[in-house]
């Protein structure tokens, strides 16, 4: 039977570009565009096409990760969480390949006028940023399926991405936008890690070996946790070693907000509540992120 399609846009491509998971991106342009605003460098039309090129990236990973998912298996009715786009027919291969070379199309476009603008190092992040997002569920060595997928968002969603924005505007890169960095990295992390931990049942049976799979339930738990912990107490050195002003303790504010979530990680298996942990971390990270921008702005 032939697969259902959809004209652009609807709601299959908009699951598909799993829109609870983009703030992950915008936090990180928000830290580094903070942060060129306190050093006198900012400039709007390089915010706009930065934040549009992350998020098209970002969207592009999720694509990627979509269309994986449903060729090696991951995607199954036993799945808890929904039916990725590719496995229920939504939108086929051949479409989301489109949609793929569409996403990191425009990223690139975007990319473009940031090499006029910033420099050829601008070219290396982006070349480097597109390849790991193409790589990070593709190709002979897909490494989100063998225990790396943290680690890229930690790098490319994190460091990367706070640390390019800042870089864009001008200047030298200052020690607090690695510390932003390492701050969105990790909670960039923490919500892959919240999907990996509910999919940690069907990703074992479909040979997808997640870091969540690797260490197993309770150390998956523990490291989420913990993860989110470490974006605080970074926060807190930050502001004590002069890499933040001391107002970002502010963003201290939210934290109670990871109590009931890190709660239900510990306590909760089944899918609502831990889709309810996916994107409450997103918000977490946001809330955050606006919280520390606005610190190292005024």
Request: no cysteine.
């Amino acid at each position: 039977m032939e697969a259902r399609t959809y004209p652009w846009p609807s709601k299959a491509w908009i699951r598909a570009a799993r829109p609870a998971t983009l703030p992950a991106g915008v936090a990180a342009v928000l830290i580094g565009t903070a942060i060129a605003w306190r050093d006198s460098v900012f400039a709007p039309l390089p915010f706009v096409v930065v934040l549009f090129a992350v998020i098209a990236i970002q969207i592009g990973v999720n694509f990627a990760n979509d269309l994986a998912d449903a060729q090696r298996g991951a995607d199954t009715d036993a799945r808890i969480g929904p039916r990725r786009a590719v496995a229920s027919g939504a939108i086929t291969p051949r479409e989301m390949k489109r949609g793929i070379a569409v996403a990191l199309g425009l990223a690139g476009l975007a990319g473009l006028y940031l090499i006029w603008y910033a420099g050829w190092p601008i070219l290396v992040i982006g070349v480097i940023s597109i390849v790991a997002a193409l790589g990070y569920t593709n190709g002979p060595i897909p490494y989100g399926y063998y225990g790396l997928g943290e680690f890229f968002v930690f790098i490319f969603f994190g460091v990367v991405a706070t640390v390019g924005t800042r870089y864009v505007f001008g200047g030298p890169v200052p020690a607090s936008a690695w510390a932003g960095g390492v701050v969105m990295g990790l909670m960039a992390a923490a919500i892959l890690e919240a999907n990996n931990i509910r999919d940690i049942d069907t990703d074992r049976d479909a040979g997808k070996r997640t870091l969540s799979v690797l260490v197993g339930r309770t150390w998956a738990r523990r490291l989420y946790a913990g993860t989110l912990a470490g974006a605080f107490l970074t926060i807190i050195f930050g502001a004590a070693l002069g890499w933040f002003p001391p107002m970002a303790v502010i963003a201290l504010i939210v934290s109670p907000l990871a109590i009931p979530l890190i709660t239900t990680i510990f306590t909760e298996t089944a899918g609502p509540p831990l889709i309810g942990v996916l994107k409450g971390t997103a918000q977490l990270q946001l809330f955050v992120a606006l919280l520390l921008s606005l610190a190292i702005v005024f």
